[in-house]
């Protein structure tokens, strides 16, 4: 009869579906019953975990580390802050203005370098239209 309760009630706390003085009476079984099912060995282990575990402390550290403010650490703070806004206004200089065939120049460069680009994109579009070719016919060869 106990038994078939204790299996009940462990079948119940696997689908977590009991109360904590369920879950506490499985555990004191456990524990104490020396014979249980070889099936149920497992549980033992298990259940006897959580008692273990409740007992498990961790040693807790009582000495707190303080950083200690000293004056040597706000001079090399200042020193930074300093330092940065310098940078800063260093690299934002004026742009520089060029005289008008300078720009030109690049301007024909940049044109001459696209019309390369143009005529390479333009070779694989050629490609691509001898494929289209190619399944038009074999579409018609097929229709037929």
């Given at each position: 009869?106990?038994?078939?309760?204790?299996?009940a009630?462990?079948?119940?706390?696997?689908?977590?579906?009991t109360?904590?003085?369920?879950?506490?009476?499985l555990?004191?079984?456990?524990?104490?019953?020396?014979?249980?099912?070889?099936?149920?060995?497992?549980?033992?282990?298990?259940?006897?975990?959580?008692?273990?575990?409740?007992?498990?402390?961790?040693?807790?550290?009582?000495k707190?580390?303080f950083?200690?403010?000293?004056?040597?650490?706000?001079?090399?703070?200042?020193?930074?802050?300093?330092?940065?806004i310098?940078?800063?206004?260093?690299?934002?200089?004026?742009?520089?203005?060029?005289?008008?065939?300078?720009?030109?120049?690049?301007?024909?460069?940049?044109?001459?370098?696209?019309?390369?680009?143009?005529?390479?994109?333009?070779?694989?579009?050629?490609?691509?239209?001898?494929?289209?070719?190619?399944?038009?016919?074999?579409?018609k060869?097929?229709?037929?």
């Amino acid at each position: 009869m106990e038994s078939k309760k204790n299996k009940a009630l462990l079948e119940k706390y696997l689908d977590g579906k009991t109360s904590l003085s369920e879950e506490k009476y499985l555990s004191n079984y456990f524990k104490s019953t020396q014979i249980i099912p070889e099936n149920w060995e497992s549980y033992r282990m298990f259940f006897g975990y959580f008692d273990h575990a409740k007992t498990v402390q961790f040693p807790v550290s009582t000495k707190r580390k303080f950083i200690i403010f000293k004056p040597w650490m706000a001079a090399a703070a200042l020193i930074a802050v300093v330092f940065s806004i310098q940078l800063n206004t260093l690299s934002e200089q004026k742009p520089i203005i060029k005289n008008n065939t300078e720009v030109e120049l690049a301007f024909q460069q940049f044109k001459t370098n696209m019309k390369m680009v143009s005529n390479q994109l333009n070779k694989g579009t050629e490609k691509v239209t001898y494929l289209n070719y190619w399944n038009l016919t074999s579409q018609k060869i097929l229709n037929k």
